[in-house]
């Protein structure tokens, strides 16, 4: 079974400074891996995907990530935070055999001017 | 906006209750899947349904079912709640066509509380 650790609960940084989540997953064959992003009150929107190719993927809201398979590692990076990027990260696993997502538990990030 | 509804956003009922909850998925989209939210389980996958069938189900309590209609709306029915039931769940839909993967979009959640 696929699981996904996320070692950091909080994080705090400053505005325009960078930020890096990690993100580490167990899976036994090429994984689908994701990170969302919850703002308060608010549902999960999709920041990036990597499903196969090029390891190192864009995402919106300027937010990159890079698989590194000998590392079992999808960590999301963004060069300058904003006050909006405020909000709860979460990474996840998809299965190829029935495409369910296994969440980690979440790094939330508060941005201090 | 991600093209997924769910009803009711609140729901705020007592232990012993049945409530059902409704998600009406992306347009064009077959699968629906459904997973709680709550402060000490984190985000966990309850179930999936494609086109009307089951396809796969997680740590699903007995207490909890759920359905998929013809016109692919799908409803989690939870019955006898219990306080720790009380949680965010969320609804998402994706086209799944089974041989290949596709992101799955999120509704806002409906938040269920049980006094």
């Known amino acids: 079974a696929q699981s996904v650790t996320q070692p950091d609960i909080h994080i705090t940084v400053s505005e325009g400074a960078s930020l890096e989540l990690r993100c580490n997953y167990s899976?036994?064959?090429?994984?689908?891996l994701f990170w969302y992003v919850q703002s308060p009150g608010q549902g999960l929107q999709l920041l990036l995907k990597?499903?196969?190719?090029?390891?190192l993927v864009q995402g919106i809201k300027g937010f990159e990530a890079e698989f590194k398979r000998s590392q079992s590692s999808f960590n999301l990076r963004k060069p300058s935070v904003h006050w909006s990027d405020a909000a709860e990260y979460f990474c996840?696993?998809?299965?190829?055999?029935?495409?369910?997502?296994?969440f980690g538990a979440g790094t939330t990030v508060t941005v201090r001017a | 906006d991600s093209g997924v509804t769910q009803t009711p956003k609140h729901l705020i009922t007592a232990t012993g209750q049945r409530v059902t909850l409704r998600c009406s998925p992306r347009?064009?989209?077959?699968?629906v899947y459904w997973y709680q939210q709550s402060l000490d389980q984190g985000l966990q996958f309850l179930i999936h349904?494609?086109?009307?069938?089951?396809?796969a189900k997680g740590n699903i309590l007995e207490r909890f079912s759920a359905q998929q209609f013809p016109d692919l709306h799908s409803e989690l029915n939870l019955s006898s709640l219990e306080l720790g039931d009380s949680a965010l769940y969320f609804c998402?839909?994706?086209?799944?066509?089974?041989?290949?993967?596709?992101?799955?979009?999120f509704g806002p959640g409906t938040r269920l509380t049980v006094l």
């Open positions: 349904y494609y086109n009307g069938e089951e396809r």
């Open positions: 990597y499903f196969s190719g090029d390891t």
């Open positions: 899976y036994g064959a090429t994984p689908y």
């Open positions: 347009s064009g989209d077959l699968s």
């Open positions: 998402a839909s994706n086209p799944y066509t089974g041989s290949s993967y596709n992101e799955q979009f």
């Open positions: 996840a696993v998809a299965s190829s055999n029935d495409y369910k997502l296994s």
